[in-house]
């Protein structure tokens, strides 16, 4: 007599579950109502250590990537999606960060590092390149710009940090540092420059020259954006050479 009612609940609450499904058009808009349902400390996403943040941050000068303030986001963990998740990139540590959504959102959480796949801020788009590729130059998290059959190109966001005296207070700066990687034909390069892309792609080293030297002035003032740029005008270049070809 005691397990009707149980059963009976069970059915409603299935029954409300795939009415309001059904009003749900996308594949994450139906994962995030599902979370919000049975909550997200309910799912394998909050089985990740306590984070703590041992240095004192402001809105200028901290260790996250953009922002030290929570942002939506998605991402892929333990072989699973999850969507519209608040997180933030920890580029000195290099480890994700996400926070409950209950009573205890004051909880920050460090996820497990081997069991992000990626994970997507502001549409920059992170990879774990332990994932699909071995090297000794390069592991952990690295933003994706390129993926496709000419090249995988990747950007390995780093923050470090130096001790300053103000007075008398000991006092940490931030400051970032953007590596460039190459992933081609199963090896990993360092990129330093666009020479060292010339290098790699002899056949299209009219192409790299010509962009360079219609933004050096971008090239000295924002290298990210001068090897954004470039990597992506490789990439066309490349293609409509094998359309013209085929």
Request: hydrophobic share 35%.
């Amino acid at each position: 007599m005691t397990q009707k009612p149980r059963i009976l609940t069970t059915f409603l609450f299935l029954g409300i579950l795939c009415s309001h499904a059904q009003e749900l058009n996308t594949k994450s808009e139906k994962l995030t109502f599902f979370d919000s349902l049975v909550g997200l400390q309910s799912t394998k996403l909050y089985n990740g250590n306590r984070y703590y943040d041992l240095y004192k941050i402001s809105e200028d000068n901290h260790n996250f990537f953009n922002s030290p303030e929570y942002v939506k986001g998605d991402l892929i963990y333990d072989n699973e999606p999850f969507y519209n998740i608040d997180i933030k990139y920890d580029a000195f540590k290099d480890v994700l960060v996400s926070k409950l959504n209950d009573e205890k959102s004051f909880v920050n959480l460090e996820l497990i590092k081997q069991k992000v796949k990626q994970f997507t801020i502001n549409t920059h788009h992170f990879i774990n390149v332990d994932y699909i590729l071995k090297s000794k130059d390069l592991s952990g998290f690295a933003e994706q710009i390129i993926a496709n059959n000419n090249f995988t190109f990747l950007i390995k966001r780093k923050k470090e940090v130096r001790e300053r005296i103000k007075g008398e207070k000991l006092v940490y700066i931030f400051y970032e540092t953007n590596l460039y990687f190459l992933y081609l034909k199963g090896k990993v390069y360092k990129i330093k420059s666009y020479k060292s892309l010339r290098k790699r792609f002899p056949d299209y080293e009219d192409a790299i020259n010509v962009y360079y030297e219609s933004n050096r002035l971008l090239a000295k003032s924002n290298t990210y954006e001068f090897m954004v740029g470039l990597s992506k005008r490789l990439d066309e270049t490349i293609t409509n050479s094998s359309l013209k070809t085929n």
